[in-house]
């Protein structure tokens, strides 16, 4: 874990970020030469181009690495501007045209369109060497013939490429990098050995001990380690990553999937509130959007929710900016719009502010995942509350959504809103008086939400289906049960206050006095910047710490 110094160091280095920040925003994209204040690592990929090419070249290369796409296409274009023969660097443009990797879901057609045209491109430049060949061939794997094979063939195709690149290659620290890139980006997220995160992390890790500030090696790491039971072993990486590149809003914004990983939530809320700062001034709505959705988890998780409600409140303004078909930063459109429906869900769901929850109305967008997640809380919501034809209501439009999902190919979100749909099922069946139908039902979206992973567009589930079970059990008065089901959330995801409240609640019903106190203190300190008087559960977890027993 991170000691105190490092810890005041990080808080130092955002608040840095947040006055001084280098980012030279969308104005400057079609400089010639990178702003002299910029800051986004050290980054040297060897090519045969021009040295005015070179320059801009590993510029693109460094903002590549930390997916701020768009500005690493015009460098690349700019390369290319500079030596018509430096075929390499559309290579680049293919491979930033493919986006973030880690982004669940079918890529669009226009992506693939850019992606193909930067190969024909490159091909017709042609490259100085066969290592340059290579990458091109190996980049041209995840377009190939999209038509008709699938995209993760493709993926793997790629991954299988840059393995042979490196094979022939061993010196090339750059293609090693991508290529453990690759390897983690093609782990399916049913996979719970880890084996491929894993060897992903055992190359990267070595490099990063020998080049300390290149952006790459920092950020795949963070993303290699992305799951619960790995993310310990992200933390120094996440500690570094905001200083390597303070220049680019995702730099800022990586080291909170570690953060949350690990309960470290005023850290996410620091690293989330440069970002989305810097996101602004970069025009990165997306990214904005996308930095405020694990903000706002932070500040719920902690007690904040007046900060919280700030971010709920600015959410027209904007949402208003958001073009879900711009080619920006790491976060895609889709990001975007998933965070403006997440927020105000998480928001109702996480202060069990049921009748809100019921309310939200839906904004029909072209992301049926990211539209699901209205219906999932008003069907909560509704279920919550004795509506029971509001919770049928919202049950039938994720039926709906997942019937869509699946016909479309979207095999992972239509999985993500099958648990959904358990989820309100199961309340909804509890609200009819059917418990142990409704506990079985919620049992099964726990387990079905245990054999996957969260996808890195989201902090965590909006409202997590074994917590929701544990909560369940509480009502049905069965204490020693909940508290099982608690304590799975909290393995999972650490110092989660509606699993810590329920651990404490369920402690003290079963009558282990020691439990409930270490649990309430527990959330009381994670709440130690939480509003005062604060939620019910906060109240009585500080009345707790002082008195030494519940009401």
């Not at 903002?63 to 690349?76: C, Q, R, T, V, W």
């Not at 066969?130 to 993926?155: F, G, I, N, P, S």
């Not at 479309?408 to 993500?416: I, K, R």
Request: glycine content about 8%; overall charge negative.
């Amino acid at each position: 874990m991170l000691s105190r110094q490092e810890r005041l160091a990080l808080s130092a280095t955002i608040s840095a970020a947040l006055t001084a920040l280098a980012w030279v925003g969308p104005a400057a994209r079609a400089q010639e030469h990178p702003s002299s204040g910029e800051r986004l690592g050290s980054v040297r990929f060897e090519v045969s181009c021009s040295a005015a090419a070179r320059t801009q070249f590993d510029r693109a290369v460094a903002l590549l690495h930390s997916f701020e796409f768009a500005p690493a296409i015009d460098g690349f274009v700019a390369a290319a501007k500079a030596d018509a023969s430096c075929g390499i660097a559309y290579w680049g443009v293919a491979l930033a045209s493919w986006g973030n990797p880690f982004a669940a879901g079918q890529k669009d057609p226009a992506q693939i369109r850019r992606g193909q045209d930067a190969i024909d491109r490159a091909r017709r430049a042609g490259t100085g060497s066969e290592r340059e060949k290579a990458y091109v061939a190996a980049v041209a794997e995840l377009y190939r013939d999209a038509e008709h094979r699938d995209q993760r063939t493709r993926v793997l195709a790629y991954r299988d490429a840059m393995a042979a690149l490196v094979e022939r290659h061993p010196e090339d620290i750059e293609a090693t990098i991508f290529y453990a890139l690759a390897l983690a980006q093609s782990v399916p997220p049913t996979d719970k050995t880890y084996a491929g995160l894993l060897k992903a992390g055992a190359i990267l890790e070595p490099l990063f001990a020998t080049h300390p500030d290149h952006p790459g090696l920092a950020h795949y790491l963070i993303h290699s380690y992305d799951v619960p039971s790995l993310a310990p072993r992200a933390l120094e990486a996440a500690w570094c990553y905001a200083r390597i590149a303070p220049s680019a809003p995702h730099a800022l914004h990586m080291p909170s999937h570690t953060f949350t990983r690990v309960g470290y939530w005023q850290e996410s809320i620091d690293t989330n509130v440069a970002s989305a700062a810097a996101a602004k001034r970069a025009g990165s709505t997306a990214e904005e959007l996308h930095a405020s959705d694990y903000q706002v988890y932070a500040y719920l998780q902690t007690g904040q929710d007046a900060a919280a409600k700030r971010l709920v409140d600015s959410l027209p303004e904007i949402g208003a900016r958001l073009d879900p078909e711009a080619v920006g930063s790491a976060a895609p459109g889709v990001a975007g719009v998933f965070a403006l429906a997440a927020i105000p869900a998480r928001w109702a769901l996480e202060r069990g502010a049921w009748a809100e929850a019921a309310r939200l109305e839906p904004d029909p967008s072209r992301f049926p995942h990211a539209d699901a997640i209205t219906y999932f809380a008003r069907g909560i919501g509704a279920a919550r509350t004795g509506d029971e034809a509001g919770a049928r209501s919202a049950l039938d439009a994720l039926e709906r959504i997942g019937g869509r999902l699946a016909a479309d190919g979207e095999h992972y979100w239509a999985g993500q809103v099958a648990i959904q749909r358990r989820g309100v099922a199961a309340w909804l069946a509890w609200a009819e008086g059917r418990k142990e139908a409704a506990l079985a039902e919620m049992r099964a979206a726990a387990e079905l939400e245990d054999g996957t992973e969260k996808n890195a567009i989201t902090p965590g589930p909006i409202a997590p289906a074994r917590e929701m079970l544990g909560e369940m059990l509480l009502e049905a008065h069965e204490p020693a049960r909940a508290r099982e089901e608690f304590a799975a959330t909290l393995r999972k995801e650490p110092d989660r206050f509606r699993a810590l409240t329920g651990a404490a609640t369920a402690a003290a019903q079963a009558g282990d006095q020691q439990a409930a106190a270490g649990h309430y203190a527990r959330l009381a300190k994670t709440c130690a910047r939480g509003d005062t008087p604060g939620r019910p559960e906060l109240a009585e977890a500080r009345r707790f710490a002082t008195e030494g027993s519940p009401r």
